[in-house]
C-alpha cells in the first residue's frame, strides 16, 4: 500500500513537471512589443489605464529600462510618470496630455450598452457613425492621475484639454524625466 501511494506521488510530480508553466501576460509586451532588459517606446498613443499601472507594476518587478523614443500619449504618460526613475527621453520624444474621457452609449429607455459589447473601438467608431435616432451618447471626462506634480503642473498651465492632447515642450519635458545618455 505504502508502495502504491509513492508510485502516485512519483507519477504526479512527473505530470507536474512536464507540463509547461503556463505564461505569465506581459503589459509591457502587449502595449509595448517590449521583451526584455530594455524597452524602447517608439508610437504609443494610450489606451486603458489600468493595463498601463500593471504595465508600469511590471517594469519596476523586472527593473526594465524605458526609452521613449517618439510618441507617448495619454496612457504612456501615465505609465512613464510612475516609473520616472526607470525612463529617458529620446530628443525626438514627445509626450502628451489630455484630459480622460469615457463615452456611454445608451439605448431607448436609458438602457446603457454593456461596455464589451464592442469587441474593438473601430467596432464602436462604425457604430457611433450611424446612431439610431433616440440614442444617447455620454461623454464623462476624468482627469487622468499623470502623477501629482505633472497633474497640477497642466491644470495650472491649462494644458489639459477635452479634445486632442497637448505636446509637452522638450524643456517641460526634462522636469520630470532625464533625457538618455
Not at 523614443?69 to 514627445?94: D, I, K, N
Amino acid at each position: 500500500m505504502r508502495c502504491l501511494k509513492v508510485m502516485a506521488v512519483l507519477a504526479l510530480a512527473a505530470m507536474i513537471t512536464t507540463f509547461p508553466a503556463q505564461a505569465e501576460r506581459s503589459y509591457l509586451k502587449e502595449l509595448f512589443g517590449c521583451a526584455g532588459k530594455v524597452c524602447v517606446i517608439t508610437d504609443n498613443f494610450g489606451g486603458n489605464a489600468e493595463m498601463f499601472e500593471k504595465a508600469a507594476l511590471e517594469a519596476r518587478r523586472f527593473r526594465t529600462k524605458i526609452r521613449i523614443r517618439r510618441h507617448c500619449y495619454s496612457g504612456c504618460v501615465l505609465f512613464a510618470s510612475r516609473v520616472r526613475e526607470q525612463v529617458c527621453l529620446e530628443p525626438t520624444a514627445r509626450m502628451g496630455l489630455h484630459y480622460g474621457v469615457r463615452v456611454w452609449l445608451y439605448l431607448p429607455f436609458e438602457q446603457k450598452v454593456p461596455s464589451g459589447h464592442f469587441a474593438t473601438p473601430a467596432q464602436l467608431e462604425k457604430y457611433l457613425s450611424r446612431l439610431p435616432y433616440f440614442y444617447q451618447l455620454q461623454h464623462i471626462y476624468e482627469l487622468p492621475d499623470y502623477g501629482d506634480d505633472i497633474t497640477a503642473w497642466a491644470l495650472e498651465e491649462d494644458k489639459m484639454p477635452y479634445h486632442g492632447v497637448y505636446v509637452l515642450t522638450r524643456e517641460e519635458t526634462l522636469r520630470y524625466w532625464k533625457p538618455c545618455r
